[in-house]
């Protein structure tokens, strides 16, 4: 179960990075592997993007990228946006919430096979 482990994390790193959202691979291993439910799966993924989210920043304000009129706001909007999903995810409970989250992934999964097959027009 140990090697297993850091394949799941070493593929949530290596998506993350590449910037298709690492966070789904975690959630998957999380709940289906490690028998978590879907509301802890999702608490911890949280927990595990704000460092890298903080790093992301630093970085990017380092380069010029960041402007702190627009990052204020931001973060307070951001933070109450996350404590007021983690209530009423709390208040749906972790079978409706695993549902969506899998309707989530499968709409995902069409959207990137259509854009594969019919071509990507985000260029």
Do not use: C
Not at 10 to 29: D, E, K, Q
Not at 92 to 118: H, N, P, Q, R, Y
Request: hydrophobic share 60%; net charge positive.
């Amino acid at each position: 179960m140990t090697i297993l482990t850091f394949i799941a994390a070493f593929l949530t790193g290596l998506l993350a990075s590449l910037g298709v959202g690492g966070g789904m691979v975690l959630i998957i291993w999380f709940t289906a592997v490690m028998g978590m439910s879907q509301l802890e799966a999702q608490g911890i993924n949280l927990l595990f993007f704000l460092p890298i989210a903080l790093l992301s920043v630093i970085i990017h304000r380092k380069n010029g990228l960041i402007d702190l009129k627009r990052l204020v706001p931001a973060f307070f909007t951001g933070a109450v946006g996350a404590a007021a999903g983690a209530y009423f995810a709390k208040l749906m409970g972790s079978e409706l919430l695993g549902k969506i989250f899998a309707v989530f992934i499968l709409l995902i999964g069409v959207k990137e096979l259509f854009s594969a097959i019919f071509g990507n027009n985000r260029e």
